[in-house]
């Protein structure tokens, strides 16, 4: 009995099966590419996070050294065009980092805290004695990887409010705004604590009056590629903690 070939039909329904095969093995594999691209780049920013609060912490602040601070009278401290030296303002007392988010976009930008070292002769002990300024000569922006955009930032788990909050400070206080000096803390410890708040009203350099405290806040980032979501939640412990939890959304829930 002699062999027999393909018919023509029959050939086309083997390729149309083969590539129905192909698309749905590329599918399956570029989205896991995806999914851990995404899982990267959430993870890549909240290492950023956690950067920000350790240069808090450790008193740490990247400058252009292009300015100069000098202590205000019962006001904001006063910012000059100069060229003083590392550590050389000796008026001024570095408080934190502030985080401007830019919501529906891919960027950051992380700005310098300070504020007057003195008040009425005396040394500071509170953020309304010091009278903080975000000093925007220290202005560095970043980019989220892989395009990751910010949904919301909130005190709300579930982004009821996306635009209530668009920044961040993380201060070296107690919750209740006290500068740290070892002897003033209401955790009654010679260790520094750092407190993370959110912003009122930003509009200007100064965040004195404007900064509230929550036990809980809220950064949720999507990913428009593969409709996920990941929600990282500041916990404001004696130093803020982070967490993560991943959701096949785009709106943390």
């Given at each position: 009995?002699?062999?027999?070939?393909?018919?023509i039909?029959?050939?086309?329904?083997?390729?149309?099966?083969?590539?129905?095969?192909?698309i749905a093995?590329?599918?399956?594999?570029?989205?896991?590419?995806?999914?851990?691209d995404?899982?990267?780049?959430?993870?890549?920013?909240?290492?950023?996070?956690?950067?920000?609060?350790?240069n808090?912490?450790?008193?740490?602040?990247?400058?252009?050294?292009?300015?100069?601070?000098?202590n205000?009278?019962?006001?904001?401290?006063?910012i000059?065009?100069?060229?003083?030296?590392?550590?050389?303002?000796?008026?001024?007392?570095?408080?934190?980092?502030?985080?401007?988010?830019?919501?529906?976009k891919?960027?950051?930008?992380?700005?310098s805290?300070?504020?007057?070292?003195?008040?009425?002769?005396?040394?500071?002990?509170?953020?309304?004695?010091?009278?903080?300024?975000?000093?925007?000569?220290?202005?560095?922006?970043?980019?989220?990887?892989?395009?990751?955009s910010?949904?919301?930032?909130?005190?709300s788990?579930?982004?009821?409010n996306?635009?209530l909050?668009?920044?961040?400070?993380?201060l070296?206080?107690?919750?209740?705004q006290?500068i740290?000096?070892?002897?003033?803390?209401?955790?009654?410890?010679?260790?520094?604590p750092?407190?993370g708040?959110?912003?009122?009203?930003?509009?200007?350099?100064s965040?004195?009056?404007n900064i509230?405290?929550?036990?809980?806040?809220?950064?949720?980032?999507?990913s428009?590629?593969?409709?996920?979501?990941?929600?990282?939640?500041?916990?404001?412990?004696?130093?803020?903690?982070?967490?993560?939890?991943?959701?096949?959304?785009?709106k943390?829930?």
């Amino acid at each position: 009995m002699s062999a027999k070939g393909f018919t023509i039909i029959e050939t086309m329904i083997v390729i149309a099966i083969s590539a129905i095969l192909a698309i749905a093995a590329y599918n399956l594999v570029y989205g896991k590419i995806s999914e851990t691209d995404f899982q990267v780049s959430i993870n890549n920013f909240k290492v950023q996070l956690q950067q920000i609060i350790s240069n808090s912490a450790e008193g740490f602040h990247p400058t252009t050294q292009s300015f100069s601070c000098t202590n205000g009278y019962l006001t904001s401290p006063i910012i000059t065009t100069g060229s003083s030296k590392f550590g050389s303002n000796t008026g001024c007392i570095f408080l934190g980092q502030a985080i401007k988010f830019n919501i529906g976009k891919t960027s950051y930008n992380t700005y310098s805290v300070v504020g007057n070292q003195t008040y009425s002769g005396s040394n500071s002990t509170s953020i309304n004695q010091a009278f903080p300024i975000i000093i925007n000569q220290t202005k560095l922006e970043n980019i989220t990887k892989n395009q990751l955009s910010f949904y919301c930032i909130t005190t709300s788990k579930f982004c009821s409010n996306p635009n209530l909050i668009n920044e961040l400070v993380f201060l070296s206080t107690d919750s209740n705004q006290n500068i740290m000096n070892g002897i003033n803390s209401t955790n009654n410890s010679n260790s520094q604590p750092l407190t993370g708040f959110y912003i009122n009203n930003s509009t200007l350099p100064s965040i004195a009056g404007n900064i509230t405290f929550s036990n809980k806040i809220y950064i949720c980032l999507s990913s428009g590629s593969n409709n996920q979501s990941g929600l990282i939640t500041i916990s404001n412990q004696f130093i803020p903690t982070l967490s993560l939890k991943l959701y096949n959304n785009l709106k943390c829930q």
